[in-house]
């Protein structure tokens, strides 16, 4: 069975920081692209980053330097390090692994970015 398992959301102040982790199972983990995407209620799923087994990443403009993705292939898991948070951040944040053809999705975490 896929598994990909998102922690770390939460409450968080503007300004603050939260680190999201993404255990992915190793069969799906090894050789794929993996990413970060969110979608809030009534909008559309905005791609975030995204990482490949060689360390490749890719960030959307806004986000570039608050956001870091990284990996740990040792424990097949995927992290979203999130600075200088704002309340336009706050979505369901999805983690996602992408083989050919298929796209799996994670069952998100809230992440909420409120004074």
């Known amino acids: 069975q896929v598994q990909l398992v998102e922690s770390g959301g939460g409450l968080v102040q503007p300004g603050g920081s939260l680190r999201l982790s993404c255990a992915a199972s190793?069969?799906?983990?090894?050789?794929?692209?993996m990413a970060w995407y969110r979608q809030a209620p009534g909008k559309e799923r905005d791609l975030v980053a995204t990482i490949t087994q060689g360390g490749s990443t890719y960030y959307a403009d806004a986000r570039k330097g608050r956001f870091t993705i990284s990996s740990d292939n040792a424990k097949n898991t995927v992290y979203l390090q999130m600075n200088s948070l704002q309340p336009e951040d706050t979505s369901v944040y999805y983690c996602?692994?992408?083989?050919?053809?298929?796209?799996?999705w994670g069952q998100g975490t809230q992440v909420t970015v409120s004074s």
């Open positions: 190793g069969s799906i983990f090894k050789s794929l692209r």
């Open positions: 996602t692994a992408h083989p050919p053809l298929v796209c799996y």
